[in-house]
């Protein structure tokens, strides 16, 4: 019996199949949403009116212009040039440590490993509560113990200049443990021949090893933590929610926290938008930066 | 002068080494052979300091060198998998055991290697010896290159270029052919030997490969389950091999072993055309005869049987010969020669003098010699 359809064919139906439903998703899921995110950017849209006008490129010059919109985008770019480095900086140092560790005392090793991840699994509203108490400028653990050791305590989350680098700190104490665990993993991907010639070759001393194998051997990993350090840091979002809000006088205000305000509680969703669209550009960037150099230097080739 | 004393090296419950004696003459080539996991690697990693013995002492020059590192021993290490820096170019990964030698931390650094009159110096100097050392080698048109952008000879030659530029003392290989292909690794076998002579320094061989021991070494140590079952020349081990375990590892084609009754002196079949001579003879021995000594004869065999199987190689023929009680001995045969068919009677010789007797129980090699009855 002839089949009802031609080989080619019947293959074109199972490729729809295949990767139908997927692309379907994506569209309906996120396409469509930016398209219409894009357009309610250019618009004065507000949650409930029945009418809008364009406003072309209006709301991002306010973004970009305004005071409190500047104020929002040089404070996240603060908070994540602050927490890159350190959180990079001391998640390469810890792994470091614990894989150095791991070979002498493992239980050890892996129980630290686990505090260090704590953060990461905790939900950061909680840890947010404790934090509040922790920084508390009359009872707080902080301030008590800089006093016991006879150093004047400070407005940890009300004091203007103080405030945004208090969240950054937070940040750091949240991302160090994953950025552990990334490290770790490109640790333990190193060969260990490689070591073995650098010890032969005469790098055999702490520094001289981690210039010569470790660190070029870590190159994928570290841009790759990074980009993932950097994507976080942009939406930090829940800290400066539970513990500020955006206060002092906008002293801690952040992108996405600006696109809460904005659209959730004033309901101006055309602004909103814009500044959703901003953000969204800035990840794009990273993501596109982030396959870009992973596929062509880092690889040695 | 290399040398190793009672070394013994255990990783937690498990011993790997058991008291390792073994001298490296100076400009020898000492190849450590045995099969995987017999200790030989580690007892290379000894020698480079890259690993500590539990017990015993590792001597250069009549010098205990526990305390010192690798690069203090002046000992240049070749590794299988050759460890080339993946972010270095050739140049660059054939100049580092200088640059750690001769730069200081300050000479070493980013910019300041651009910058210090002092650095610019010995750069130049490294760039001159990196280059005579690949024309050596025949890879200066290599020199800018990737490590991942060179095929598996390539990278041997440079992970060979790496340890030949600083001129050590005693050059140790760590399986350096075993990831090559067949054609590659004969031709390389050719040129490290080359490289030995033209150097006059120690190299130290680990092979699991008995042909590329036999061929490059002037001396071979048997590495079986963590001890030196026998260190010697390639044809001592050859002809002389102390136990069966040694006798079974060397030479190309698998000696004959057989297990035979000797009450009162004479042996079973199909030995009983010889009578064991030379001393007191056990009841059961071990016979073992290289095939390479057997040999095909129409009149007067020593040994009469049935062909069970033939193996055409080209240059030879090994075939194997089925007798009555069941045993069978490979002989080979030249490979121009015509054989009986499978199924026909055969006849085979043998020098008696080239048959080794083990005790079956030990496994030793004993004291005693087979003689053709008249």
Redesign the interface.
Known sequence: MRPLLTRAWRETVTDMWLAGPATLAMLVLIFIPVGIVAILSVTDYQFGARSFRWVGVDNYVTLFTDPIGRRALVNTLIYVAVVIPFSMGLALAVALGLHRLAAWWPWLSSLLRAAYFLPVAATLVAMAIAWQMLLHPNIGLVNSTLAAIGLPGRDWLSDRGLVLYTLAAIGIWQTVGYNMVLFLAGLSAI?Q??Y??A??????RG??RFW??TW??L?PTTLFVAVITATNAFQVFETVATLTRGGPAFASDTLVYALYREGFVYFKAGYASAITMVFFVVVVVLTLLQFRVLERRV??? | MLELRDVTRRFGETTVLHGISLTVVDGSFTSLLGPSGCGKSTTLRIMAGLDRPTAGQVLIDNRDVAELTAAQRNVAMVFQSYALYPHLTVAQNIALPLVMRHMNRFERAPLFDRILPSARVKQAGHRAQVGAVAEMLGITELLDRKPAQLSGGQKQRVAVGRALVRDPSLFLLDEPLSNLDAKLRVQMRGELTALHRRTGRSFVYVTHDQAEAMSMSDRIAVFIDGRIAQAGSPRTLFERPVSRTVAAFIGSHPINLLDVGAARGELEDPFGGFWPVGGEVPARLTIGIRPEHLSVVETRPAFAGHVAAIEYLGAEMLVTVRFPGGAELRALAPGEGSLPAIGQPIGLDLDPARAHLFDPLSGERLDLGLERKP
């Open positions: 060969p021949h490689l073995d010639a010890a032969v070759d005469g790098a055999d520094w001289d010569t194998v070029p051997m190159g690889h040695y080739r």
